[in-house]
């Protein structure tokens, strides 16, 4: 396949010149959901990032394959990394550090919880330094990264820094590489590619708008690194559907604003001068709940239809949000007839944690 543009294959090469360690096994595989889809009366697909070794799955892994990439080539020993106290991001670091025998710093939000159950038990066992340091938003957390970074620099390590959800320029690159593995799998698949701008209205109002032809990608948004990879791979490769990310949190201020900002960023670390606008970001608000972290009703009903039709787990904080969207848009009709592909970011961890599997009972 290739790029439309002449201006955008020296792009693609540059990305595919950065340093990459491999950390999971891909391409994670597309598929069709036959049950779901039975059940809901649409044609559904899956594009499997939850699938990995326990440490390694999910949507944060693609991410580190390019910054411990970049980490390693400077001569890094020390990997300082943050998120929530399930963070998925946070774990997918404490994993590959182990794997590379790297020092892994977890400096995440919140308390510590009496029992350290699922994402935070696998920090332990990979054998991360955990720090808790209280309720600080995600905007507050840049100078305890920067102080754990010269902590560890004082006592002659050589630290790298990973940004919340692993969401830098260079980290979301990972999806942009991820997006032409997707285009692959979709004509292997038979499904039409679609050129057009099959898009959510980002209306807020919790109803995935669908305008153009091929299928209808969704998948959840958060901290915006993978909804901006697959933005700058769409354009590198000028074709295939639109992503449409599902809010799960409200952590960015402006998501359509943040997210181009950093797709336009991610462009740039490959030489791509491609200024993304708000209006050319999808991003649905109205399937989050009140806030980040939050348990839905849709979510839980979502989960649950995924895994009596299809074995297929999701979880209540992520992919559960993503996955209610699907399935609102799948009874609503408005994909009139066309494949709804969604790509599962992983996340399933978080039900280890009875805050979160209590209320899948
Ligand atoms: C399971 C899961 N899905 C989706 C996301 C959102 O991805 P991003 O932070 O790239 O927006 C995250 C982020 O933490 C996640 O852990």
Known sequence: MEPRHHGTADAIARLKALPRIALTPLPTPLHRLARFSDSLGADIWIKRDDMGSVGLAGNKVRKYELLLGQALTEGADTLITTGAVQSNSARAGAAAAAQLGLRCVLVLTGEPPAERRANLLLDDLFGA???????????????????????????????????VGASSPLGSLGFALAYRELLDQLRQAGLDLGDGDGMGDGSGAGSVAVTAQGPVLLHTTTSGGTHAGLVVGRALW?????????????????????????ATEAAAVIGLDRHFSPEQIAVELGYAGPAYGSVTEEGLSAIRLLATTEGIVADPVYSGKGLAAVVDLARSGRHEGRPIVFWHTGGWHANFDPHYGDALR
């Open 238 to 262: 000028g074709q295939g559907p639109r992503p449409i990310g599902v809010d799960a949190g409200r952590v960015l201020t402006d998501p359509a604003r943040d997210l181009a900002q950093l």
């Open 129 to 163: 330094e955990v720090r808790f340091v209280g309720r600080l938003g995600w905007s507050g957390l840049e100078p305890v990264l920067a102080a754990a970074a010269a902590e560890v620099a004082q006592a002659g390590g050589r630290p790298y820094v990973v940004p």
